[in-house]
């Protein structure tokens, strides 16, 4: 059954090389239950360490069952020691955040992709543990660890056992019930190595091998050997389980590993949950004023420009132009009749005015229009009516007011119908204006708008207009509109070329439009990249926290890997607790981050707008960073060699 031929180990220490086992040749057959002994620093540990596939020999030959040890790599020594090999440590190696029935299926995990609790249960019914099943190992005595630890053994149905000081650790009473377990196991056909130093123990074996000085000293039988095996007790563990299962398992062992050690869980999830919720109340807020520049820019209008008079350079100084280019409704008129692509003009005047309403009194921007401004600049009344074509020509007294105005002269009066004074002149309220905010420069709100003739001639004393609006059937027709209007104007004035360029000032408002449609993108991607640092500097915090955590679990690795644990299954453990960690974390700050968004919105009065998208987004970003911030622990913690890891202190 084990074959070593020649077997060499040596360790390195500083300048010196120690020899830890010398031409170790031996030869160990199905149902034999060997004592291998010795004195300290003799070798039988690392002898031990080697037939059971924990450490590899520097030369020699090791083959178990015909098969070349050396040829097979560390994930097919994890499947052969899962399949053929049971261990009993001196020190138990139980894992005290699972119950003894956990601990004694734990092995299950990996052979059948999940743990089997009754299977578990009842290999510690046939060690006598029947009664102490859901314990944590902090609450049995050393003998009964040690059973959790053989049954640990048995679950997998192995054909060796490998016992390293199992009763090292134990009084007189539990060392006697472990070795009467043990040959119990080989009257069964288990094949049995023990490693003790007392004499008293090794004798119990049916042969016993001495070392000293990395060799073997004395091999000398003491009974006879069984040769066959009894059936076993319990069914042979040869059912998978699946994928699902198996991560499952995972995910379910992540957690308790996390609620073991809740202080450092908590710290480690403190950056993720931070960097959430600074993207979603980064993002929030970053929305809320992109739906505040877009109501703006609908304000604005669409496919707008706008007509100004501009000055002229006389003799070098810049001069008004005086009447002959002042703008008029006739001008507004003529553009629409002679310019095919555009689909309406409206002229406007401005003006301040001091409107009272009873006892009330407020200052604010006037406005002469006609009823084209409403569709022009989106200002169709939320309340009432904007004035008609009819009314501006008879130069009606009628007032459409914004809601700044409306809230200063009537609070929660509805305005509609109501008389104020306008520089005097009695007004009637017939509409409000849709609420377009404050800007850079001004209270949009804070504003009247009156029929144009009616501010021309019976309010300002004006004869021109200050601005026409020129709306425009198609975008793609704009800059060929604002070149027409141009020549149009300069034609109608007849203004010389050298002052077209200053007689008259064309804003194109697409452009303003997508100057400020720029701006809050550019505002929300800063917005969004303080908080991705934030969430960096978190998953930085992630990776710190499972370094340590791979660090102190190092034995544990060294365990999982010793009942068959792959490289890819410890890579997995790790990696979902990591993620675990980030999900969880990125969960609570995505609530966080709505609450912060709220008090914004409710106390500070900021525009804010949680999306499903950017909750969506913080939360894959989270699981994301927790996952590649995983991946270097994880993957340290997977390359760790099974015996390294089981001695480290």
């Known amino acids: 059954m084990l074959e070593l031929h020649n077997i060499e180990k040596k360790y390195q220490m500083g300048d ?191 042969r016993l091998i001495r070392m000293r000085d990395g060799g073997i000293q004395s091999d000398e039988p003491l009974a006879a050997a069984h040769a066959t095996r009894v059936e076993a007790e319990i069914p042979a563990a040869t059912a998978h389980g699946n994928s699902v299962g198996k991560y499952w398992q995972y995910f379910v062992q992540g957690l308790k590993t996390l609620t073991a050690n809740k202080v450092r869980t908590g710290l480690s999830m403190l950056g993720i949950l931070i960097g959430v919720a600074a993207v979603v109340a980064m993002m929030a807020l970053g929305q809320g004023a992109q739906q505040a520049i877009e109501k703006q820019l609908a304000g604005l209008g669409s496919n707008l420009l706008v007509l100004r008079t501009g000055a002229s350079r006389v003799g070098g100084v810049t001069q008004d132009t005086g009447a002959g280019t002042r703008l008029t409704i006739e001008d507004a008129n003529f553009i629409r009749d002679r310019i095919a692509t555009v689909k309406q003009t409206a002229p406007a005047v401005n003006g301040r005015g001091q409107v009272a309403y009873l006892n009330k009194n407020w200052s604010t921007q006037l406005l002469g229009a006609v009823s084209q401004y409403a569709k022009v600049r989106a200002a169709t009344p939320e309340l009432g009516r904007f004035f008609t074509d009819e009314e501006n020509q008879r130069r009606a007294l009628v007032a459409v007011v914004g809601q700044t105005v409306a809230r200063e002269l009537f609070g929660a009066q509805n305005p509609i119908g109501e008389m104020i004074k306008i520089n005097k002149v009695n007004f009637q309220v017939i509409g409000i204006l849709p609420e377009k905010g404050a800007n850079a420069f001004r209270d949009q709100d804070d504003m009247i708008v009156i029929p144009v003739n009616t501010a021309m001639h019976r309010l300002l004393g004006k004869d021109y207009v200050d601005y026409i609006d020129i709306e425009v059937t198609d975008a793609g027709a704009i800059e060929a509109t604002q070149k027409s209007v141009r020549e149009l104007m300069m034609s109608r004035h007849k203004v010389p070329l050298s002052q077209g360029d200053e007689a008259f000032q064309i804003r194109n408002m697409a452009d303003v439009q997508s100057a400020l449609a720029e701006s809050g993108k550019t505002m929300g991607a800063l917005l969004a990249s303080i908080a991705a640092i934030s969430l960096l500097v978190g998953g930085i915090g992630i990776m710190n926290i499972m370094l340590v955590s791979v660090t102190e679990r190092t034995r544990e690795i060294g365990l999982r890997k010793a009942i068959g644990a792959r490289r890819g299954d410890i890579l997995f453990q790790f990696l979902v607790e990591s993620v675990v960690v980030s999900v969880v974390g990125g969960l609570i700050g995505i609530a966080l981050g709505a609450g912060i968004t709220l008090l914004l919105a409710n106390v500070a009065g900021w525009t804010t707008s949680i999306s499903l998208s950017s909750v969506l987004l913080a939360f894959i970003f989270s699981a994301s960073i927790g996952m590649i911030f995983g991946i270097y622990p994880a993957t340290k913690a997977s390359r760790l060699h099974p015996i390294v890891a089981l001695r480290y202190e």
Request: overall charge neutral.
């Open 16 to 206: 010196q090389t120690v020899y830890a086992l010398r031409g170790v040749s031996l030869q160990i057959k199905t149902g034999e239950f060997v004592a291998i002994m010795g004195p300290s620093g003799s070798g039988k540990s690392t002898l031990m360490h080697i037939l059971g596939l924990l450490d590899s020999p520097d030369g020699g030959s090791y083959r178990l069952d015909g098969r070349e040890v050396a040829t097979l790599s560390e994930d097919d020594l994890a499947v052969l020691r899962r399949d053929t090999i049971g261990f009993i440590f001196q020190q138990f190696n139980l894992l005290p955040r699972m119950s003894a029935v956990e601990n004694a299926a734990l092995p299950l995990l990996y052979s059948r992709q999940r743990i089997d609790l009754a299977r578990g249960r009842a290999v510690l019914e046939r060690v006598g543990l029947g009664s102490r099943m859901e314990h944590r190992p902090n609450e049995l005595s050393g003998g009964q660890q040690q059973r959790v630890a053989i049954a640990r053994a048995l679950v997998n149905n192995p054909r060796i056992i490998f016992a390293d000081e199992p009763t090292g650790n134990l009084d007189s009473v539990s060392e006697k019930e472990i070795m009467d377990a043990l040959k119990t196991l080989n009257a069964q056909g288990i094949t049995v190595i023990l490693v003790t130093h007392e004499d008293e123990i090794g004798r119990q074996a049916k």
